[in-house]
């Protein structure tokens, strides 16, 4: 099941990686069941940088994204599995690369875009936000399955104050709020045919005051005068 589109406040840029491979995941096209959480290990550098690497380097190792204080930029399929965390990891998840810099500033625009970009992923696939199962660090991967012997991005985030529960943290929170906004943004045609229904409800004995507060939420959520 996909989602509607939840309502975006980073752009995700598309600069997509000629010739990568397009394999499936392994439930099928788009059926990504999470995330991995990386962090670069190259400081200053850039999601052009990054993209420009991996363009000749691939065949090794690729990932979905980059993300950096100034940009979110996509740079293979979503709906494909990418090479960054081990066979197993690359079959279930997306991988998206957080840029480092020593700029503690720069690190928070880019980290609040990092999350962010992770709890949209979640929401698209309707997936909920579960710590080592559908959101996961490179280091996670590595202890469940030993395919890989990188531990970011832990030791990354702690140089600027942050914890693995604070990821957690803070994908839910962008995750609650797309919920809220997939409720405020019901059409006004869904919202006008369940006012008719609570008006049938009125006549079948509800109290008025709650039929006219239920109308008005449902006004409010479609963004309709309240009546």
Same mark, same amino acid.
């Given at each position: 099941?996909?989602?509607?589109?939840?309502?975006?406040?980073?752009?995700?840029?598309?600069?997509?990686?000629?010739?990568?491979?397009?394999?499936?995941?392994?439930?099928?096209?788009?059926?990504?069941?999470?995330?991995?959480?990386?962090?670069?290990?190259?400081?200053?550098?850039?999601?052009?940088?990054?993209? &420009?690497?991996?363009?000749?380097?691939? *065949?090794?190792?690729?990932?979905? $994204?980059? /993300? @950096?204080?100034?940009?979110? !930029?996509?740079?293979?399929?979503?709906?494909?599995?990418?090479?960054?965390?081990?066979?197993?990891?690359?079959?279930?998840?997306?991988?998206?690369?957080?840029?480092?810099?020593?700029?503690?500033?720069?690190?928070?625009?880019?980290?609040?875009?990092?999350?962010?970009?992770?709890?949209?992923?979640?929401?698209?696939?309707?997936?909920?936000?579960?710590?080592?199962?559908?959101? &996961?660090?490179?280091?996670?991967?590595? *202890?469940?399955?030993?395919?890989? $012997?990188? /531990? @970011?991005?832990?030791?990354? !985030?702690?140089?600027?104050?942050?914890?693995?529960?604070?990821?957690?943290?803070?994908?839910?929170?962008?995750?609650?709020?797309?919920?809220?906004?997939?409720?405020?943004?019901?059409?006004?045609?869904?919202?006008?045919?369940?006012?008719?229904?609570?008006?049938?409800?009125?006549?079948?004995?509800?109290?008025?005051?709650?039929?006219?507060?239920?109308?008005?939420?449902?006004?409010?959520?479609?963004?309709?005068?309240?009546?």
């Amino acid at each position: 099941m996909k989602r509607m589109r939840a309502i975006e406040k980073y752009k995700i840029n598309q600069n997509f990686i000629p010739n990568l491979p397009q394999i499936p995941f392994r439930k099928g096209v788009v059926q990504y069941e999470g995330v991995v959480m990386h962090a670069t290990a190259v400081y200053n550098d850039t999601p052009a940088g990054e993209r &420009n690497y991996e363009t000749t380097h691939f *065949e090794d190792a690729f990932v979905h $994204t980059f /993300t @950096d204080d100034t940009q979110i !930029l996509q740079v293979a399929d979503f709906n494909y599995i990418s090479w960054n965390a081990g066979h197993t990891a690359n079959e279930r998840y997306l991988g998206n690369e957080l840029c480092q810099t020593h700029d503690h500033k720069k690190f928070l625009a880019a980290y609040d875009r990092w999350v962010w970009l992770a709890a949209y992923q979640l929401y698209q696939r309707t997936l909920d936000v579960i710590d080592n199962e559908t959101l &996961n660090s490179h280091l996670q991967c590595t *202890e469940k399955w030993h395919e890989s $012997t990188h /531990t @970011d991005p832990i030791d990354y !985030l702690a140089e600027h104050g942050k914890r693995w529960a604070d990821v957690i943290q803070d994908v839910t929170k962008y995750y609650n709020q797309f919920l809220k906004e997939e409720v405020q943004t019901m059409t006004a045609e869904d919202a006008n045919k369940l006012i008719e229904i609570l008006k049938g409800l009125y006549n079948a004995g509800l109290a008025q005051d709650e039929v006219h507060r239920l109308a008005n939420a449902l006004r409010k959520a479609s963004g309709q005068p309240l009546g």
